[in-house]
């Protein structure tokens, strides 16, 4: 059986990890392509990079870093941050990345979903969408969640699955950073909308958080995390000992 | 030297810097030259059956392909580049493949039960059906990454290896010195590279 994917997020700023990560209070890592390994060792199932660089130039130093670190390790590897058009789609990808992720260039362009998909495949295109609760609906958020579009979450993630976006990522503004657990009734209502995976994002804060959403959700695919492994606050190699343990399919 | 077949399908990177990870002499070409000169083929392959298909046809390398393996060259499909060494592929219409080995590519939609997403995407363990040089560094049920919406069928004599998606899913087939792997081994960590590096070992007349 598939197992569920446990996903690190990085970050990417000037060629280096934003703030740098102290792995399991070592040294500081600041090279990508050097955590990017770390984490591969400890049992990460994919990595997710996320270019928060703003200028051309900084854009092809990350694009550098990219081909680095795909050329170093070996596990699928997507990346999101200023995804816009299908020649950021093409850049990427030739440069080593597995899946792009679109956000606010899907917002702002919503056939950019369908375009991408037909020439790299469905499996190609994660759409992920940044969902806060207003007035008890959900809504859909741009420009790192500072912004409210008014756009009903759910409708706009069918609607680009519908387009081919081959992969959802939910991240909720609600739960994110407060480390109490996953957004399990957002995760629900996106999981009972589409068919394709779905990977859950913002909340965790220990590994019992993954064990409730995979136990609670089991349509829920992946969990996606950033600090609590980057701070050695949860390590991948006891999570997934733990999911195990909970017969929650893992790959170890 | 191992020749990575490039005829216009899909992203080579990763799978170069998969074979330059494990000490492989690795270079990727369309040129027939290269080709032949080369002691192992590797034919990749993403996206839709009959495009591939299509473009390993008008490039003329499906013959040389055939030619080369039948001379007992030693060949690796992956992933769609798998699918390809097969008679026909039922991917949107009915497409011809090389006949390298029989059987016909379903897709995964009948195979498994209906609430199982497709496509089958994700880590996914092998179960070792017979043994086979390539799989000499590992152990059991080793985890492989995959991601596909159809694959092999009709093939029992021929497949090395399934993973459990419902339903035993074709992982990877094997006649003589022709073998193909469904999953990625470019994207699925050590195992992956373990399964290249014992490929890279082969030598021509191993597999015969």
């Given at each position: 059986m598939i197992t569920k994917r446990i996903i690190p997020c990085l970050d990417v700023k000037d060629g280096?990890?934003?703030?740098?990560?102290?792995?399991?209070?070592?040294?500081?890592?600041?090279?990508?392509?050097?955590?990017?390994?770390?984490?591969?060792?400890?049992?990460?199932?994919e990595l997710v990079f996320y270019d928060i660089t703003a200028s051309a130039e900084e854009r092809r130093l990350f694009t550098d870093i990219l081909k680095e670190t795909a050329a170093n390790v070996f596990i699928p590897l997507t990346v999101g941050g200023g995804i816009n058009t299908v020649a950021d789609f093409d850049r990427v990808l030739k440069s080593g990345a597995d899946k792009v992720s679109v956000n606010s260039g899907a917002i702002r362009n919503p056939a950019l979903v369908g375009e991408a998909a037909?020439?790299?495949?469905?499996?190609?295109?994660?759409?992920?969408?940044?969902?806060?609760?207003?007035?008890?609906?959900?809504?859909?958020?741009?420009?790192?969640?500072?912004?409210?579009?008014?756009?009903?979450?759910?409708?706009?993630?069918?609607?680009?699955?519908?387009?081919?976006?081959?992969?959802?990522?939910?991240?909720?503004?609600?739960?994110?950073?407060?480390k109490r657990g996953f957004d399990l009734e957002m995760l629900?209502?996106?999981?009972?909308?589409?068919?394709?995976?779905?990977?859950?994002?913002?909340?965790?804060?220990?590994?019992?958080?993954?064990?409730?959403?995979?136990?609670?959700?089991?349509?829920?695919?992946?969990?996606?995390?950033?600090?609590?492994?980057?701070?050695?606050?949860?390590s991948i190699k006891d999570l997934k000992e733990e999911m195990v343990r909970n017969g929650i399919p893992a790959r170890i | 030297m191992i020749t990575i077949i490039d005829y216009g399908v899909g992203n080579l990177f990763s799978l170069t810097c998969s074979f330059k990870a494990v000490g492989a002499d690795v270079t990727i070409s369309s040129d027939p030259e290269d080709i032949k000169k080369a002691d192992k083929l590797i034919l990749p392959g993403v996206?839709?059956?009959?495009?591939?298909?299509?473009?390993?046809?008008?490039?003329?390398?499906?013959?040389?392909?055939?030619?080369?393996?039948?001379?007992?060259?030693?060949?690796?499909?992956?992933?769609?580049?798998?699918?390809?060494?097969?008679?026909?592929?039922?991917e949107y219409g009915e497409h011809e493949g090389l006949g390298l080995i029989p059987g016909i590519i379903r897709p995964l939609s009948g195979q498994i039960p209906d609430k199982l997403k497709i496509p089958h995407m994700g880590w996914n363990a092998l179960d070792i059906k017979k043994p086979h040089p390539i799989f000499k560094y590992l152990g059991e049920r080793e985890y492989v990454y995959f991601v596909h919406s159809f694959s092999a069928c009709d093939c029992d004599e021929n497949i090395i290896a399934t993973s459990e998606y419902g339903a035993p899913i074709?992982?990877?087939?094997?006649?003589?010195?022709?073998?193909?792997?469904?999953?990625?081994?470019?994207?699925?960590?050590?195992?992956?590279?373990?399964?290249?590096?014992?490929?890279?070992?082969?030598k021509e007349g191993d597999l015969c």
């Open positions: 280096q990890v934003v703030k740098g990560i102290n792995f399991e209070g070592l040294r500081r890592i600041s090279s990508p392509v050097e955590l990017a390994e770390e984490y591969s060792r400890k049992g990460a199932d037909k020439l790299y495949g469905d499996q190609c295109v994660v759409l992920s969408v940044d969902i806060k609760r207003v007035d008890g609906v959900f809504r859909v958020f741009a420009k790192g969640g500072r912004e409210n579009t008014g756009m009903e979450a759910i409708e706009w993630i069918r609607r680009c699955t519908g387009e081919g976006a081959g992969e959802v990522v939910v991240n909720s503004i609600d739960t994110d950073g407060v629900n209502a996106v999981c009972e909308a589409v068919t394709v995976p779905v990977i859950a994002s913002g909340g965790a804060g220990c590994i019992d958080d993954f064990i409730t959403l995979f136990k609670t959700l089991p349509k829920v695919d992946a969990g996606l995390a950033a600090s609590i492994f980057h701070f050695g606050e949860v | 996206g839709a059956f009959r495009d591939a298909a299509l473009k390993l046809r008008t490039s003329g390398l499906d013959e040389l392909i055939k030619e080369e393996t039948a001379k007992g060259k030693l060949l690796m499909g992956v992933c769609l580049g798998m699918q390809m060494l097969f008679d026909r592929s039922l074709t992982a990877a087939v094997a006649k003589g010195n022709v073998c193909g792997c469904q999953f990625h081994p470019e994207k699925s960590g050590d195992t992956g590279l373990k399964i290249l590096k014992a490929f890279c070992e082969l």
